[in-house]
C-alpha cells in the first residue's frame, strides 16, 4: 500500500484547509483509512477514520473536520475549517487492516496554522 498527502500549507486561525491522500488501488476496500497527526514534542494523534462509509473522529476534530473518500480516484480526503494554532502538524494519511494497528503510512504534509 503505497500514500501519497498533499495539500498542506501555511493558513491563519479560522482558516481552512483540504488534505488529500492518494492510494494505491483497491485500498478503500480492504484498509480502514485514517489521517493521524504529530505536533513538535507530541506523540502521534489520531484525528480521524473512514471505513466502509462510517467515519470516526477524534474530540478535538468533531464539528471542524471531515474525512471522505473518492473511490472511483482511489483518494481520501480531509477538509479542515475553523482551523486553531493547535491544529499544527505534521498530518498523515494512514491504512490498516481491521483489528490491526496503522501500518501503512504516507510521508506527511505539514500545516502551519498562525494566530
Known amino acids: 500500500v503505497q500514500l501519497v498527502e498533499s495539500g498542506g500549507g501555511s493558513v491563519q486561525a479560522g482558516g481552512s484547509l483540504r488534505l488529500s491522500c492518494a492510494a494505491s488501488r483497491y485500498t478503500y476496500s480492504s484498509y480502514i483509512m485514517g489521517w493521524l497527526r504529530q505536533a513538535p514534542g507530541k506523540g502521534r494523534e489520531w484525528v480521524a477514520s473512514?471505513?466502509?462509509?462510517?467515519?470516526n473522529y477524534a474530540d478535538s476534530a468533531k464539528g471542524r473536520f471531515a474525512i471522505s473518500e473518492d473511490n472511483a480516484n482511489n483518494t481520501l480526503y480531509l477538509q479542515m475549517n475553523s482551523l486553531k494554532p493547535d491544529d499544527t502538524a505534521m498530518y498523515y494519511c494512514?491504512?490498516?487492516?481491521?483489528?490491526?494497528?496503522?501500518?501503512?503510512w504516507g510521508q506527511g504534509t505539514q500545516v502551519t496554522v498562525s494566530s
Open positions: 473512514i471505513w466502509n462509509g462510517i467515519t
Open positions: 494512514a491504512a490498516a487492516r481491521p483489528g490491526r494497528d496503522w501500518g501503512y
